[in-house]
DNA sequence: TGTACATCAGTGAACGCGCGTTCACTGATGTAC
DNA sequence: TGTACATCAGTGAACGCGCGTTCACTGATGTAC
């Protein structure tokens, strides 16, 4: 292996790590020596990689949201619209799993809270959500398409959050289930 | 005023600067010196009235829940209910002015992603959450008005979350509009 | 009503710690001849 | 093919800063007589 894909690999890493990190813990809460030692790295060596830890949550969003689209719209849902394609959508992003896997959450719901906070990231959380409403739009029909994709994200995003913030793992099913058995 | 009364008003200011500064900007980014200038004192107070500043954590959700129970459900929605209610609930959760008063938005939705950093203030926040649905629920009806209620609340929630998010304010408007026009 | 003492809300300097960032250095990989 | 040198990904100690928390102290309020 060159050099340069050494590198690659090293940064690819640090990506991976922090987009599971940045949403399993939050990005004040994950250190850049947890980042690292998750990567397989030192501290150190960071800064070949990146000018600072705000030029990393850019890439984490990157990477988090193309997850978030794999989830949407691949991995079986690809030929689907309307309806169909709601129903199939909504069941995975709203299925208990999705409640564990703290560093798998959807980009949209768990950095939303984030971004805020960090103003150099919220101009890609803009362009990222909003590629994916119009992928959401895609899928669905008529004049009110992009209207509708807002309610369904937002709904989803919120039970999302909701239940993962509760403390009682039967609340927690009470929210994706009430979502998840109607529009 | 007595000594008593003092200190107790001083708590009173303490808990009322962090519930705004805590939404508005996080648990963890607003420190102990920020909190008591805002309250009008100064850091070594801060131990006369609460534990730690997780102590203060909790009372800020608590009052914070408590002004959104009012936003919910006085103010003029004392006597509604049904479609009644949701409508005039939803168009005030979703003005754009929620957008602007940082400090002063649902404690659900903006707690939702700070609680789980914060393991000691889940349970009050999944009280209080609880509370706001069953409050939603009697005023709805039939056997799935608590369905219902988490349905509309992770929506609303949802979407306050995302145009708070978003950087461009006619995405913002874009989203809340979605939500607002229907259910 | 006045005096002496006790209480206690609040002050601000200091401490310890974690974290982002820097930088001199190492050693493996790549290049020139 | 081998040798000498250059490059550069990564290391780890050190720096500076912000922040939560502690604590000796102050001065105004309250109490006893």
Known sequence: MGRAEQKAESRERIVEAAARLFRARGFRETSVDDLMGEAGLTRGAFYAHFEDKVALLDAALRESFAEARRGMFERGLEGLRGAAWIDR???????????????????????????????EARATYTAEVTRIVDAMAARLDGPGARAEAWRLLSQWAGALMLARAVDDPRVAREVLAAVRDAG
Chains 1, 2 share one sequence.
């Open 89 to 119: 959508a909504r069941a995975r992003y709203l299925a208990t799993r999705h409640l564990r896997e703290l560093g798998e959450g959807c980009a949209a719901a768990i950095f939303a809270r984030e971004v805020p906070r960090v103003p």
